[in-house]
């Protein structure tokens, strides 16, 4: 059975893959694509989603880009990724992109969609909820439509991975980014998959990935692989805050592949504001997620390697 799907990513280098290995999943119908200028640029950002999309989609997709504003800004040096990927050769072999861009702002794009789809559909956010908390305001309606939503933010761990003056380092970015919004959403009816640290810390990028992505790359979608990973910095002798994990790419591909992960109920509040704003944290008197907490390893990568395959 296929799975409808709409997507909402930050153009990250993560956010660009996952947006690849999703079109590649045999058993997913892609409704749309959205992008928030969180860990990004928007230009880029929608340039390099249309240019994947043309080069490498099975069907046409629509993109819309976002008028969401976040309240804690990401640094400046993560947000350049997207110009990185959409400078690729490989994406620009055949000239200025193709997909089309909606006239609606990502919110709406998504409403829209909802409300045009027979089936539920899954909303997968790798960024922040910012458009799905301004979704859910507008129009209440939408949640009926969403089978789920798959989200990579939050962790229950006592590190984060912020590291920003006036925050106590407990919060993950993409809740941090917005952490109003991120309560909206707690605050709904939706089921929540949470694709949080516990899990995407057993994914690091390491230069053994890379080793095996180099190899390999006389396949076309493999060096696609390599090349957006040669952007970012993997994890060598020890953990930094740069170190670069496969976050939402993790994600992504508990979509097409629920087995390699591991996942259990847990209830949860989420911080507004103050000095751990955007924590989640354990509570008996929060909403139920079901938070993913392991994952294996190597079947994770077997798999996104395969998937990312072309035969070409
Ligand atoms: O917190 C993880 C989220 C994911 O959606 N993003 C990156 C992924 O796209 C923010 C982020 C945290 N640490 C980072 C991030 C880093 N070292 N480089 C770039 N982005
Ligand atoms: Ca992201």
């Known amino acids: 059975m296929t799975k409808k799907v709409y997507m909402n990513h930050d153009g990250g280098v993560d956010d660009l893959v996952s947006l690849y290995l999703l079109m590649q999943m045999e058993d997913v119908e892609l409704l749309g694509v959205s992008v928030i200028p969180a860990d990004c640029y928007l230009e880029p950002a929608v340039y390099a989603s249309r240019k994947i999309i043309d080069r490498f ?9 976002s008028t969401s504003r976040g309240k804690n800004p990401f640094p400046k040096d993560w947000r350049m990724h997207a110009f990185f990927v959409d400078a690729l050769p490989i994406l620009n072999e055949f000239g200025s992109p193709k997909a089309n861009v909606s006239d609606l702002p990502a919110h ?14 899954t909303l997968l956010f790798i960024g922040p909820l910012t458009d799905l908390a301004r979704a859910l305001e507008e129009a209440p309606d939408i949640e009926e439509k969403i089978e789920k939503l798959v989200w ?11 590291e920003e003056p006036e925050h ?4 993950e970015w993409n809740a941090f980014w917005d952490p109003e919004a991120a309560k909206t959403v707690w605050d709904s009816n939706i089921k929540i998959d949470l694709v949080a640290l516990e899990s995407t810390n057993m994914v ?20 696609f692989l390599g090349q957006c990973y040669a952007m970012v910095p993997p994890l060598v002798h020890f953990q930094t805050n740069s170190t670069y994990f496969l976050w939402d790419v993790l994600t992504t591909a508990t979509i097409g592949k629920p087995e390699l992960v591991k ?28 938070l993913v ?16 395959r072309q035969g070409e």
Do not use: C
């Not at 690091?204 to 979608?221: C, F, H, N, Q, S």
């Open 168 to 171: 106590d380092g407990t919060a």
């Open 293 to 308: 907490y392991e994952v294996e390893r190597d079947a994770f990568f077997d798999y996104i390697t395969d998937l990312a």
């Open 263 to 290: 996942t259990k109920e847990v209830k949860s509040i989420v911080h507004p504001d103050g000095a751990s704003q955007g924590k989640t944290e354990l509570s008996e008197d929060g909403r139920s997620v079901e």
């Open 108 to 121: 709406q794009h998504m409403i829209e969609a909802l409300r045009n789809s027979s089936e539920p559909v």
């Open 204 to 223: 690091p990028l390491t230069v053994d990935v890379r080793e095996r992505w180099a190899r390999e790359r006389k396949d076309i979608g493999i060096d």
């Open 57 to 65: 989609g099975k069907q046409d997709v629509e993109v819309a880009a």
């Open 152 to 162: 990579m933010g939050g962790t229950f761990l006592e590190e984060g991975n912020v």
